[in-house]
């Protein structure tokens, strides 16, 4: 039974980084303490295009540095600080998903009262069967939906991109980093 469980047990897939020195992985001009820094743009866009490419296998991260620098005390902070980084930027992308999807609801609203607005109108223009009232009662049919596409797109397709990048940040969050030393 444990032969078998270890055949079916995923390994997470190793993402190497090479560095010459610590620093290199952090951005240069933020000024947080250092185990608050912000990743590099560099870094962050490898890690996160290397997550993106393995489709939700597990990964780890193998940070590879030359001994002086592994035996700095900041070494230590290397696993925390990309962690915090990940745990921030998926905070990031919650507070878009909710921004979006309170905007998609102010937006349904502003849509469905113009929706309501335009049948209105069209009951009002159906008194007579002129060719002119034909064509704005079709009008307003059209235009009163329309409007209301605006909401539709948050709430059918707009959320998802933003919900799998904070998934995949939340993934990010929970890293396993190794440090390693560059051969």
Same mark, same amino acid.
């Given at each position: 039974?444990?032969?078998n ?16 020195? @610590? ?14 820094k912000?990743? %590099?743009?560099a870094?962050? $866009?490898?890690?996160? #295009?290397?997550?993106? %490419?393995l489709?939700?296998?597990?990964m780890?991260?193998v940070?590879?540095? +030359?001994? +002086? ?12 600080? @990309?962690?915090?980084?990940f ?13 979006m ?5 102010i ?6 009262? =113009?929706?309501?607005a ?18 704005? %009662? $079709? #009008?307003? &049919? ?8 605006? +909401?539709? %797109?948050? =709430?059918?397709?707009?959320?998802w991109?933003?919900? #799998?990048?904070?998934?995949? =940040?939340?993934? &990010?969050?929970r ?9």
């Amino acid at each position: 039974m444990t032969a078998n469980s270890d055949r079916n047990k995923v390994e997470a897939v190793a993402v190497e980084l090479r560095l010459d020195r @610590i620093s290199r992985l952090y951005n240069s001009l933020d000024p947080a303490p250092f185990n608050e820094k912000d990743l %590099d743009a560099a870094a962050d $866009e490898y890690i996160v #295009g290397s997550a993106e %490419d393995l489709s939700g296998r597990p990964m780890r991260l193998v940070i590879m540095l +030359p001994a +002086p620098e592994l035996a700095r005390p900041e070494a230590a902070q290397i696993p925390d600080a @990309i962690r915090h980084h990940f745990v921030l930027r998926e905070l990031t992308e919650q507070r878009r998903l909710r921004a979006m999807l309170h905007r998609g609801r102010i937006s349904l609203l502003i849509g469905l009262a =113009f929706l309501a607005a335009c049948l209105l109108a069209r009951e009002i223009l159906t008194t007579s069967e002129t060719t002119t009232n034909r064509i704005l %009662d $079709e #009008g307003l &049919l059209i235009v009163g939906w329309v409007a209301m596409w605006g +909401p539709l %797109d948050v =709430f059918l397709y707009g959320w998802w991109p933003i919900a #799998g990048r904070r998934r995949l =940040f939340a993934d &990010l969050a929970r890293l396993d980093v190794e440090l390693r030393p560059l051969k």
